[in-house]
């Protein structure tokens, strides 16, 4: 079955401590992107990437890292998380540049107490 | 400016009737592509329909078509024949690709709610 995963789908953490949100899509998608849902807000891009080793800024990186090693997998890396990286967070998937589709993971609700 | 506006924070529609979702963007590239997504309550993003810049024909998936204007800078959503499990938040999307990739931008989400 064609899918974008994420893991975990839910994560309380506290401040400072590091953690990875895992992404993987078996679609051999080029384009991957990470977006977090808040409130009022709909969807904000964080990052992108349109292929292995290439990544790029979205609309509120700051933050965040990324890494694109192999095609399928785009973690996203908090290093220190703050309250304020408390949200819904969605990793999505793509054909390449002027993608036409765009497939998402189920999310995952991150809460930085 | 918003690269993507929805107006309207909430809409009702009766069952079987059908209703206009609004969506207005603000992009100078030329190559872009407009997308709605439907996320029921259970919180995933369901892909609808993509329309493309260069398109000359109006996207249609089934109940959904979209309503793209370009001179206007509009792309409404038109469900028809609304169902009860039409109820949800719907967004509207823009994808630019004018520098270095797919730049996404999502607009604010309009709530519908089908009545029986």
């Known amino acids: 079955e064609a899918q974008v995963t994420q893991n975990p789908r839910y994560l309380i953490t506290v401040t400072g401590k590091k953690l990875t949100v895992t992404c993987s899509q078996n679609m051999n998608h080029e384009y991957m992107s990470w977006y977090r849902q808040d409130p009022g807000l709909g969807l904000r891009q964080i990052y992108y990437s349109m292929n292995v080793e290439v990544t790029d800024k979205g609309d509120v990186p700051e933050g965040y890292k990324v890494s694109r090693k192999e095609k399928r997998n785009f973690p996203l890396i908090l290093e220190s998380p703050s309250p304020n990286q408390t949200s819904l967070y969605f990793c999505a998937s793509g054909q390449g540049r002027h993608t036409d589709t765009q497939y998402f993971g189920p999310g995952t609700r991150l809460t930085v107490l | 400016a918003q690269k993507i506006t929805q107006t309207q924070p909430g809409m009702f529609v009766q069952e079987k009737e059908a209703v206009t979702l609004d969506c207005t963007y603000d992009t100078s590239d030329p190559s872009y592509g407009l997308f709605w997504y439907k996320q029921p309550s259970s919180g995933e993003m369901i892909f609808l329909i993509y329309?493309?810049?260069?398109?000359?024909q109006n996207a249609t998936e089934g109940r959904y078509s979209l309503n793209f204007q370009k001179a206007r800078k509009s792309a409404n959503l038109v469900i028809s024949a609304s169902q009860l499990g039409d109820s949800a938040m719907y967004f509207c999307?823009?994808?630019?690709?004018?520098?270095?990739?797919?730049?996404?931008?999502f607009g604010t989400g309009t709530s519908l709610t089908v009545i029986p």
């Open positions: 999307a823009m994808r630019e690709s004018m520098n270095t990739g797919n730049q996404f931008y």
């Open positions: 329309q493309g810049s260069y398109d000359q």
